[in-house]
């Protein structure tokens, strides 16, 4: 079983300016995967960015990136020259490897507001 | 186009009336589940399918229904809808397992039980 914890409901940004969004995860599971969901006012989910807990490396997608925190549990994303199209809930969530359910566990999320 | 499409986008019903939420994707995925979206909660998984005629509870699973007759279908069923269900539903498929692109996502279902 895994939880997700995000602590902040609400954060803000100036455009162009970089902010990162906290999220830890508590996990049994030696393997697992990490991912940030970007849901915008039109109600789709979006696929941000992808961690493999195996890699060692941060995961990065244009201006998007992660600093995952292995020992610590932690999972940040850093959104990079922030656009008023990058405001919209995000959302954290872990999925174990096991094979019985490929679940996805949620955060609560975090709106962000970008400020022209 | 691959997507998974949710059919109502809107729902207004009463309490008690039964109401099935569609969902069918065109990606020959095995795996398909069911989420509701609730404010300050995030998502949380009701069921889930591994494939054909294989369904079982996620976390939420009191007051619903799921069939898998067919790879491509996973209705949701609420046999007597409560207020307490008025939600964001969202319905999601993958490959068994998830590969590099993971799942995919309907539109959401606005459903509001009065």
């Known amino acids: 079983a895994q939880t997700v914890t995000q602590s902040q409901p609400e954060m803000s940004v100036q455009e162009a300016e970089t902010v990162t969004l906290s999220c830890t995860y508590d996990?049994?599971?030696?393997?697992?995967?990490l991912f940030w969901y970007k849901q915008p006012p039109s109600r789709q989910m979006i696929l941000v960015i992808r961690?493999?807990?195996?890699?060692?490396q941060n995961a990065t997608e244009n201006r998007f990136s992660v600093n995952f925190q292995k020992a610590a549990k932690s999972f940040s994303l850093k959104i990079s020259d922030s656009q008023l199209g990058d405001a919209a809930m995000y959302f954290c969530?872990?999925?174990?490897?096991?094979?019985?359910?490929?679940?996805?566990?949620f955060g609560k999320g975090t709106l962000l507001t970008v400020n022209p | 186009e691959a997507q998974v499409t949710q059919n109502p986008r809107y729902l207004i019903t009463v309490t008690g009336k039964k109401l099935t939420v569609t969902c069918s994707q065109n990606?020959?995925?095995?795996?398909m589940s069911w989420y509701r979206q609730d404010p300050g909660l995030g998502l949380r998984q009701i069921y889930y399918?591994?494939?054909?005629?294989?369904?079982d509870k996620g976390d939420v699973p009191e007051g619903y229904k799921v069939s898998r007759k067919e790879k491509r279908n996973f209705p949701l069923i609420l046999e007597s809808p409560s207020p307490n269900q008025t939600s964001l539903y969202f319905c999601?498929?993958?490959?068994?397992?998830?590969?590099?692109?993971?799942?995919?996502f309907g539109s959401g279902t606005r459903l509001t039980v009065v």
């Open positions: 999601a498929s993958s490959f068994s397992p998830p590969g590099r692109y993971g799942y995919t």
């Open positions: 996990t049994s599971e030696s393997d697992y995967y």
């Open positions: 961690q493999e807990a195996y890699k060692q």
């Open positions: 969530a872990c999925r174990g490897s096991g094979g019985s359910n490929y679940k996805l566990t």
């Open positions: 990606m020959n995925h095995e795996y």
């Open positions: 399918s591994m494939n054909v005629e294989v369904t």
